[in-house]
Structure formats: C-alpha cells, structure tokens
C-alpha cells in the first residue's frame, strides 16, 4: 500500500479549511443586518425541550426551545407555537419592523426583505391545557 505523499495531505488539508469556512460565512451572512435572512432565538421561560414551529408567510422552519433559527426576513408577521408532550403549549405572535415601501415591494415581487427585521429573541409562555402556568395551588395540611 502506497502512503500518501506531503502534497495530496496538504491539498486535503486545504479543502477541510475551505469547507469549515463556507459554514462560516453562511452563518455569518445569516447574522448581518443587511441580509435575507436573520437568526431568531426562541425561549420558553421554566421549559426545556418544547418544540416550536415558526411560521412567516410561506415559510415554516422549526426548533426546539431554547434554542436559534434561521428565518428569511419578510414583511409577515410571525406565529410561533411551542408545545411539549400533550398538554403544555404555548403561542407568540411577532411583527417585523421594516421600510414600509421596501416591504411593499418585497411583497409584490416575492423577494427577500432586507430591512425587514423580526425580534431577535421571541419568548413563548407556555400554559397547561389553556390555562396560565401561574395557577395557585392550595395545600391541604
């Protein structure tokens, strides 16, 4: 078996770098300000794990909370629904902040937004069944 010479290792070597570096601007791009999409963060105050699904217009991308998503800026406003097991949900609705004639257009043309932009951390209440998680409980003695 033949050992592969300095050069192709080095050549390897390279093209992992370039790799890891496209993730890198990819998310990097993501966070700008000026770009298409944003990085949203989504909590469930008191909960771990809730499965939240996002929905802007057309679009539905989904994450487990607390935890980050990427999400095209649009002019839509934004339904976030977490639940975990069979009882606890919870719904926020958000409204981006944008240039109204440059959202207008987006909307006309089904392009992206670039000044739309949505909170950067949406917190969802969850509730029991409907009812608020601050309900009092009684202690018998």
């Given at each position: ?28 791009a993501a ?11 989504v ?11 996002l ?10 909370a607390?935890?980050s ?11 976030v ?54 309900v ?6």
């Amino acid at each position: 078996m033949k050992t592969p010479s300095a050069a192709t290792a080095i050549c390897i070597s390279v093209f992992v770098l370039l790799l890891s570096g496209c993730a890198d601007t990819a998310r990097t791009a993501a966070d700008n300000s000026g770009g298409a999409y944003q990085v949203v963060n989504v909590n469930t105050p008191g909960m771990t794990g809730a499965n939240c699904v996002l929905r802007s217009g057309r679009d539905t991308y989904s994450v487990k909370a607390p935890g980050s998503v990427t999400v095209r800026r649009a002019p839509d406003r934004m339904d976030v629904s977490c639940f975990k097991g069979d009882h606890m949900h919870g719904r926020e609705i958000v409204t981006p902040s944008f240039a109204p004639r440059e959202a207008q257009q987006a909307e006309m043309d089904h392009t992206a937004c670039t000044t739309c932009t949505y909170p950067s951390t949406v917190t969802v209440a969850m509730s029991l069944n409907g009812n608020a998680m601050d309900v009092k409980v009684t202690q018998f003695h």
